[in-house]
């Protein structure tokens, strides 16, 4: 019986795709392709074009979204390159609150009438669903970063579809584990590698999936022509990372899980969110279509923007850094960002849950929370 892959577990996908074929003393590993140039006569060509480092890397990312992929600088990179298709003028759909990268970018496309671009509550389907008419591109960010809110994602995607129109999922938070987006209908799928891909806080990588030829080539010719392109060493890191991403992501869901409900039984803490939590406003929503509630939560304290400061400033295991998905946790006060959405509370920290113990992080926790 010849092996089929498509019924294999993505954790297990995971670990086999982007190997090289067997043969004796094949190399298990894909190679670190250190070329910027190869001999005339095959496919690639040259060094901004292709090597086999990436396409081991995009292999795996396929093995998870499903499509094809390509992988870029940063999740960024990736990002501009999906907005670069959209005609001169098109008007795009998004949320009022998202990735502050994004909506910044947004915001210079819409000043410089690049882009139309209309912000909604991506949480409130109704809302989006009225935006719809007229509209070229659907952005969907779900969880949100980093309020955690929830679009309906199988019920948006159908409706734009339906629609004609184009949409574009940010799967960083949920990760594949969690939704396939491309198998709801979505065009394209998008992946922060950077974050739980990746998964140890030492590469910055980003990555489009898609099941249409032609969304690939143009997006392919983006990367070629606008240079947005990773290193192959960073490739290579981010595939390494890939191999343990299935095992890292469920650790660290089980435990946003548990910190998620401590946090919200805790005196110094009025809000915390996290879909994963029955008493959260995205919860039902949720479960309906998301097999995990991911590994990052946010939460506010009572007291000053200061207070929420001296927390993250006091804890002795979680790092106080921006970014998440690596091994070690992190968390910030988000607004210590003047790019943040003003919406998102001044208290408000975000906590990315690492692979530590989660009894560790809860004595963390507690120890940093009793400083306000
Ligand atoms: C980090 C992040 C990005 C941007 O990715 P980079 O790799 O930092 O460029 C995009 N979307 C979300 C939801 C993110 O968390």
């Given amino acids: 019986m010849s092996h089929d892959a498509s019924n294999e577990k993505l954790s297990t996908r995971a670990v ?36 086999d480092t990436w396409s081991a890397t995009e292999s795996a990312i396929s093995a998870l979204e499903g499509g094809r992929s390509l992988i870029f600088s940063s999740g960024m990179a990736a990002i501009t390159a999906a907005f670069s298709t959209l005609p001169w003028g098109a008007r795009v759909v998004a949320s009022n609150e998202g990735y502050s990268g994004v909506m910044t970018l947004l915001n210079q496309y819409s000043q410089s009438g690049r882009l139309k671009v209309s912000l ?28 955690l809110d929830v679009a309906e994602l199988p019920q948006l ?38 974050k739980f891909l990746s998964g ?16 690939f080539t143009s997006l392919e010719s983006a990367r070629k022509f606008n240079g947005s392109i990773a290193g192959p060493f960073e490739a290579w890191l981010a595939l390494r990372g890939i191999r343990t991403f ?21 005196p110094k803490v009025s809000r915390v969110r996290y879909p994963g939590l029955v008493t959260d406003s995205q919860h039902e929503r949720a479960k309906k279509f998301m097999a995990t509630f991911g590994a990052v939560l946010s939460f506010e304290v009572i007291g000053s923007g200061a207070d929420a400061d001296r927390v993250c400033d006091s804890s002795e295991i979680i790092t106080h850094a921006t970014s998440l998905g690596g091994v070690e946790s992190l968390w910030e006060r988000r607004r210590r960002w003047p790019i943040e959405s003003p919406s998102v509370p001044e208290t408000l920290i975000r906590l990315s849950v690492g692979c530590e113990d989660v009894e560790d992080l809860w004595e963390d926790i507690q120890r940093a929370l009793s400083t306000i």
């Avoid at 999922?169 to 922060?192: C, H, I, K, W, Y």
């Avoid at 140890?200 to 969304?215: F, I, K, Q, Y």
């Avoid at 650790?251 to 910190?259: H, I, R, Y």
Wanted: hydrophobic share 40%; net charge negative.
């Fill in 16 to 51: 086999t795709a982007g190997r090289p074929p067997r043969a004796g003393d094949s190399e298990l590993n894909a190679p670190i392709s250190l070329n910027s140039t190869f001999t005339a006569g095959g496919p690639i060509g040259y060094g901004r074009y292709g090597n």
């Fill in 120 to 147: 909604v509550d991506i949480s409130n389907t109704d809302e989006v669903l009225a935006q719809l008419p007229g509209t070229d591109l659907l952005w969907l960010e779900s969880p949100t970063n980093p309020c």
């Fill in 157 to 194: 995607i159908s409706a734009a579809k339906a629609a004609g129109i184009l949409v574009m999922v940010d799967n960083t938070f949920a990760t594949a584990l969690t939704q396939r987006p491309l198998e709801m209908g979505a065009d394209v799928v998008m992946n922060s590698i950077t």
């Fill in 200 to 215: 140890h806080s030492d590469v910055l990588m980003g990555s489009l999936s898609t099941n249409s030829a032609e969304l």
């Fill in 246 to 266: 299935a095992l890292r992501f469920t650790q660290s869901c089980k435990s946003a899980q548990v910190l998620a409900q401590r946090l919200s039984e805790h």
